[in-house]
């Protein structure tokens, strides 16, 4: 009993790690928490459940769908919400309304196409468990924890072994040296938008998969949010740690203390951290736009 809640905190927290981090790199470049995040997850959710369901596409199909919509629809996020602001030199406040605003519309647009009706995936997978350790483990939870691990080490690779990767950690650090030694902030953040877009498109089918589809279902971005903060906000590294910390302790109080009194724990987690060691278990203090 104890390996199987492991493994599935584990996958759970994996999950949770790909929101921090898609969390975190916009907030590594721009400064700023993007809320919208939350409104991609909910309408690549949706798009995959789209293909699965209504053009009976299988797993690996679908989850290359869901991953370019929500690339795509973090490219336009920005181009449309942010990129103005950002030139005219806007402050957090205007960032923050902007991002809740759209995250709040890509919702509504999920209610009125497919209306109140909860929706569930339909099964993609052609086994629904395997023995592990004398467990037996759902096959959507491993996917979730093999899916998500290889997308988080393919994002290292590419943020630390790439050219395109430096130039995105270059205007993170700073933005306005960056530009002035010839990298194209526009398109970098854009690409940076992209990317977390994308790990938003794989949250949401994943989430899809192991969750009842509903319209609220991007308010996940809340723990991702959590696992931020608890790992460091503006450390990636720090996201990875905080996800799969937030991902075992939800699945484990869960499993003790029954899902009523789980978030609550989860919130007093997150005031001690914030109370006792506000620059998160990687010990990156960031600070928002002023």
């Not at 509504?108 to 209610?111: G, K």
């Not at 990767?165 to 040296?177: E, H, K, L």
């Given at each position: 009993m104890?390996?199987?809640?492991?493994i599935?905190?584990?996958?759970?927290?994996?999950v949770y790690?790909?929101?921090?981090?898609?969390?975190?790199m916009?907030?590594?470049?721009?400064?700023?928490?993007?809320?919208?995040?939350?409104?991609?997850?909910t309408?690549?959710a949706y798009?995959?459940?789209?293909?699965?369901?209504?053009?009976g596409?299988?797993?690996?199909p679908?989850?290359?769908?869901?991953?370019?919509?929500?690339?795509?629809?973090?490219m336009l996020?920005e181009?449309v919400?942010?990129r103005l602001i950002?030139r005219?030199?806007?402050?957090v406040?205007f960032y923050?309304?902007?991002s809740v605003?759209?995250?709040?519309?890509?919702e509504?647009?999920?209610?009125i196409a497919g209306?109140p009706?909860?929706?569930a995936?339909?099964?993609?997978?052609a086994?629904?468990?395997y023995p592990v350790l004398g467990?037996s483990?759902?096959?959507?939870?491993?996917?979730?924890?093999a899916?998500?691990?290889?997308?988080l080490?393919?994002?290292?690779?590419?943020?630390y072994?790439t050219?395109t990767?430096?130039?995105?950690?270059?205007?993170?650090?700073?933005?306005?040296?960056a530009?002035l030694?010839?990298?194209?902030?526009?398109t970098l953040?854009?690409?940076?938008?992209?990317v977390?877009?994308?790990?938003?498109?794989m949250?949401?089918?994943?989430l899809g998969?192991?969750?009842?589809?509903?319209p609220?279902?991007?308010?996940v971005?809340?723990?991702?949010f959590i696992?931020?903060?608890?790992?460091g906000l503006g450390s990636l590294?720090?996201?990875?740690?905080?996800?799969i910390?937030?991902?075992?302790?939800?699945?484990?109080?869960?499993?003790?203390?029954?899902?009523?009194w789980?978030?609550v724990l989860l919130?007093?987690i997150l005031?001690?951290?914030?109370?006792v060691r506000?620059q998160?278990?990687?010990g990156?203090?960031?600070?928002?736009k002023?």
């Open positions: 104890l390996v199987q809640q492991l599935n905190g584990l996958s759970l927290g994996a790690a790909l929101i921090a981090v898609g969390f975190g916009i907030f590594n470049v721009l400064k700023f928490s993007n809320f919208a995040h939350g409104g991609v997850i309408v690549t798009a995959g459940y789209y293909v699965a369901a209504n053009l596409w299988s797993f690996l679908t989850l290359a769908v869901a991953i370019l919509v929500g690339g795509l629809l973090a996020v181009l919400g942010f950002r005219r030199g806007g402050s406040i923050f309304v902007s605003t759209i995250g709040m519309l890509l509504n647009l999920m209610v209306g009706t909860f929706y995936y339909p099964d993609m997978l086994k629904a468990s467990a483990v759902s096959t959507v939870n491993l996917v979730m924890l899916a998500s691990t290889l997308a080490v393919t994002l290292t690779w590419v943020l072994r050219r990767g430096v130039a995105i950690r270059a205007i993170s650090a700073d933005t306005v040296t530009g030694m010839g990298a194209n902030v526009d953040i854009g690409v940076t938008f992209f977390s877009g994308c790990l938003a498109g949250t949401g089918m994943l998969m192991t969750q009842t589809l509903f609220q279902l991007g308010r971005v809340v723990k991702g696992a931020a903060v608890i790992g590294g720090g996201a990875v740690i905080g996800g910390f937030l991902g075992v302790v939800e699945v484990m109080l869960t499993a003790t203390i029954g899902s009523g789980a978030p919130f007093l005031l001690s951290f914030l109370a506000p998160g278990i990687a990156v203090i960031a600070q928002e002023a």
